[in-house]
Every structure is written in structure tokens, then in C-alpha cells.
């Protein structure tokens, strides 16, 4: 075995090592860099192992690179996005649209559930908050569906997983980070946007269905609720009423995208202020409130950059110990043929989900993987959703599924851990046969980028 080869499976085993100590992942990304530069260095000048390594090709390196970080017109819509996200929940739209929703749909066996899956839908069209979405649909959804006596796994599972189509469905701030990545003009955040838009809401189209069908076989799961009133003209005008509002902000940021009037970075600023708007015309935008979304903006921000941080210094390091160089020659030495590779790829991603976060996973392995992709001549758009539905599954796959402490946290006392796993199995399924469904028809992906350039 080649000693680059050697080095980089060491390097990985580091990390992961450092990763179960409990520090916060951007200082074990950074300090895993700073030992492999030690080790390197020693290598090179010590004992003269022919790695192409020195300091000021890898560490030295960094500045330059974070200084390319913040200097991102590209990620200057991660902060704007994330604001709106945090305001939009603020302004009380989902409130609005689960009241009124629930008499449109309730008399339907499962309509709680599909209620929570459009509202979901259209938040995720709004934010690309997980956290957000998780705890508002659950606060909201659960008291309601358990109190009508519906399964609690199938209750918390709908929430919990649908609070995690906003990772996917545009605007996401994961989109926006991969484009970062990716730094290729046939990817860049307009492209993944269209690109995400179809699948997303073949996902949503999925998760209404299970909502629909699972209740037809198994009754019990979604008893009719007593109460609910026959839908007439009244119910209708609630439900558009309610439902204007997000359009209009879906529209005003999605739709200056999509036409080319804005760029990603423009409509986030968009969204911003439209979620500003929304929240005055609730009279729910007062001082405190602005001051806490700030607050919060912050904080998620500086988490994501210190994480870049660290996954930069983690990268360049790993390119100078030769790490692109033996994982693209693994990667193209698989017996599997070009779509063999592909899959190869979206099952380490799966399986990586179920340990890290999808910002170390998209800020170390899609960088190194795309590459090799782009070489065997597959669209970049069409892989980096599939890469982007991959990783949908992490929020939901423990021990490190994120959604499950989020849903767990405003779940009432009667609903288990066990409940929250057995009521997310479904969904992770389902998020795996969407991912075959694309992987297979690629069009659903690539159609709409390039009916826009075309």
C-alpha cells in the first residue's frame, strides 16, 4: 500500500477518532490538519518519504482560502436565507395555514397528516432551516393528531420528516454551501435550485401519499376525527387567504431566480425583507423579536463558517498528502462501470449520514468526489442532487439524525424515542426509493436548468 494511501485512511481515522472525544466538530476538522501537517513535515524533511507535502502548499494555504470564504458573493445568501427562515417562523404564517388547512383536509382519514405535509412543503419553499421547521410542525401537529387518536409513530414520524424537506427544497442554504463547493460555472446555486425543485416536490407528492395509503390499509393509525365541518366557499377563502402570503414570498424569491431577474444572492435579500413584511403584517415584528432573529442569524452563521474553517484546512491538507489523488484512483479502480461508482459514492454518503453532520459531509466528500463524477461525464446538477437527497436521509438516521432530538424536544411526554424511530423508518424509505426514481430519470433534475439556459 502507497504511502499517500496510508496517510490519508490515517488522516480519516483521526478525525474520527478526535470526532467521539465531544469537541466541537470545527476544532477537530482544524486540529485533525494540524497533526497530518506535523506528521507530513516530519515525514518529508526526517525520514525523506517521497509525499509531495510542505507547509506552504498545505497549511499555509489557509488565509488564503478563508479570505476566499468570506469574500463569497455566493455565500453572502447564507446568512439572508437563514434570517428569513428564523423570521418566517416568527410571523406566525404556519399558524395560519395549519388552522385553516386542517378544516379543508381534517375530514379525510390521514387529512391531519397531509395538513402537515403541504405546510411543510411550502415552509420548506420559504426556509431551509431544519431545526425551524422540525420544532414548529411538531408543536403545532402533534397535540392535534394524538389528541384524534392517531398512531404516535405515524404522528411524530410525519412531522419530524417533513420538517426536513427544507434541506432539499429551494431556496436551501445546503444547495447554496455545495454550489460553494463545487465553484463550476454548470453548478452554481440558480442551477441546483432549479435543479432540487422538481425532486423535492416528488418527494412531498410521496410523503402525501404514504399520508393517504397508509391510513386506507391500516385504519387505526388515522381514526376520522369527530367535529370537523363540511368544506364550503368560507373554508376555501381561509385557506387562500392564509396561503397568499407564502406564495407571494415563494414567488417574490424563487420566481426572480428561476426568471433571471435576481441572482441567489439578490432574492435572499428578497426573502429577507419579505419575511420582515410578513411579520409586520402580523404585528409580530417588534424590537425583541428582530433582535432575537439577529441573534440567532449570528449564531447559526458562525457555526456553519467555523466549520468551513476547519473542513478547509482539513481539505488542503488532505490534497497535500495526495488524498484527491488515492481516492480518485479508488473511485475509477471500482469493478462497478461508471453508474457503479455513482452508487458506490451515494452509499458511503448513506452510511457516513448516519455519523456526521450533512456540512462536514458536503464541506470534505462532495469536493473530493465531484471531480470524478464530472470525469465520467455525468451532469454535476443531476449527481449534486442526488448527493443533496442522500444526505436528507442524515437528518433522520440515528445515532446523529438531528430532526429526531429536534421532534423529541417539543414531542409531549407520552411519545417514546422508540416512537420517533419506528415512525421515521417509513419516510427514510421513501427518500430512498425518490433517490432511485432520480437516479434513474435523471430528467427530473436536469429539465428545468436547462429549459431556463436553453
Given at each position: 500500500m502507497a504511502l ?5 485512511i490515517?488522516?480519516?481515522?483521526t ?5 467521539l472525544?465531544?469537541y466541537?466538530?470545527a476544532w477537530?476538522l482544524g486540529g485533525t490538519?494540524?497533526i497530518?501537517?506535523v ?6 524533511n526526517?525520514f ?6 510542505d ?13 476566499g ?5 455566493t ?11 428564523i423570521?418566517?417562523d ?5 399558524e395560519?395555514l395549519m388552522k385553516?388547512m ?6 379525510v382519514?390521514?387529512g391531519?397528516?397531509?395538513t402537515?405535509?403541504?405546510i411543510?412543503v ?5 426556509t431551509g432551516i ?5 420544532v414548529?410542525?411538531?408543536?403545532l ?5 394524538l ?10 414520524g410525519?412531522a419530524?420528516?417533513?420538517?426536513t424537506l427544507g ?5 436551501s442554504?445546503m444547495l447554496?454551501l ?10 452554481s446555486?440558480?442551477d441546483?435550485?432549479m435543479?432540487?425543485f422538481?425532486?423535492?416536490?416528488l418527494l ?7 399520508a393517504?395509503?397508509r391510513?386506507l390499509?391500516q ?11 363540511k ?7 381561509e385557506?387562500?387567504?392564509?396561503v ?18 435576481a ?8 426573502g429577507?425583507?419579505?419575511?420582515m413584511?410578513?411579520?409586520a403584517?402580523s ?6 423579536v428582530?433582535?432575537a432573529?439577529l441573534h440567532q ?5 458562525a457555526?456553519?463558517?467555523?466549520i468551513f474553517v476547519g473542513?478547509t484546512?482539513?481539505?488542503v491538507?488532505l490534497?497535500?498528502?495526495g488524498?484527491?489523488?488515492?481516492i480518485?484512483n479508488a ?5 462497478f462501470g461508471?453508474?457503479g461508482?455513482?452508487?458506490?459514492i451515494?452509499?458511503a ?10 456540512v462536514?459531509i458536503?464541506?470534505?466528500?462532495l469536493?473530493?468526489?465531484?471531480p ?6 455525468f451532469?454535476l446538477?443531476?449527481?449534486?442532487i442526488?448527493?443533496?437527497m442522500?444526505l436528507q436521509t442524515?437528518?433522520?438516521t440515528p445515532p446523529v439524525?438531528?430532526?429526531l432530538f429536534?421532534?423529541?424536544g417539543?414531542a409531549?411526554p ?14 427514510i424509505?421513501i427518500?430512498?426509493?425518490?433517490l432511485a426514481?432520480?437516479?434513474?430519470v435523471p430528467?427530473?433534475?436536469t429539465?428545468?436548468p436547462?429549459v431556463?439556459y436553453?
Open positions: 499517500e494511501t496510508l496517510f490519508v490515517g488522516m480519516f481515522l478525525f474520527g477518532a478526535l470526532l472525544t465531544g466541537p466538530v477537530v490538519a494540524v497530518w501537517t506528521i507530513g513535515v516530519v515525514a518529508v526526517d525523506g518519504a517521497s509525499l509531495w507535502f507547509y506552504p502548499s498545505s497549511m499555509g494555504l489557509v488565509p488564503e482560502r478563508i479570505w470564504i468570506v469574500n463569497s458573493e455565500l453572502v445568501a447564507l446568512p439572508m436565507f437563514i434570517f428569513m427562515g423570521m418566517l416568527q410571523s406566525g404564517v404556519a395560519r385553516s386542517v378544516k379543508l383536509f381534517g375530514a382519514r390521514g391531519y397528516a397531509v402537515v405535509i403541504i411543510g411550502l415552509l420548506a419553499a420559504t431544519i431545526g425551524a421547521s422540525v414548529l410542525l411538531g408543536m401537529s402533534l397535540p392535534v393528531m389528541e384524534s387518536n392517531y398512531d404516535k409513530g405515524f404522528a411524530v410525519t419530524c420528516a417533513t420538517g434541506i432539499l427544497i429551494p431556496p442554504i447554496v455545495m454550489a460553494d463547493r463545487l465553484a463550476v460555472p454548470e453548478a446555486v440558480g441546483l435550485f435543479g432540487a422538481f425532486p423535492g416536490l412531498g407528492a410521496m410523503y402525501v401519499a404514504y393517504i395509503i391510513p390499509l385504519p387505526q393509525v388515522a381514526p376520522v376525527p369527530e367535529g370537523i365541518g368544506v364550503g366557499p368560507a373554508v376555501a377563502w385557506v387562500f387567504k392564509a397568499i402570503p407564502t406564495a407571494a414570498l415563494i414567488l417574490g424569491v424563487l420566481g426572480s431566480i428561476f426568471a433571471g431577474v441572482t441567489p444572492t439578490e432574492a435572499s435579500g428578497v429577507a425583507l419579505g419575511a413584511v410578513l411579520a403584517m404585528r409580530r415584528l417588534t424590537l425583541s428582530l433582535r432573529s442569524t449570528t449564531r447559526t452563521s457555526f456553519i463558517f467555523a473542513a484546512a482539513f481539505s491538507v490534497r497535500g498528502l488524498g484527491d489523488t488515492v480518485e473511485l475509477l479502480g471500482l469493478p461508471p453508474y461508482v455513482v452508487l458506490t451515494l452509499l454518503v448513506f452510511v457516513l449520514g448516519f455519523f456526521l453532520d450533512w462536514e458536503t464541506l470534505i466528500i469536493p473530493l468526489v465531484a470524478v463524477v464530472a470525469q465520467l461525464g451532469d446538477v443531476w449527481f449534486t442526488l448527493f443533496a442522500c442524515s437528518f433522520l439524525g438531528f430532526a429536534y421532534i423529541k417539543v409531549p407520552e411519545i417514546k424515542v422508540t416512537d420517533i424511530y419506528r415512525g421515521v423508518v417509513p419516510f424509505i427518500q430512498l426509493v425518490a426514481i432520480v437516479f434513474l430528467g427530473i433534475a429539465w428545468l436547462g431556463a436553453n
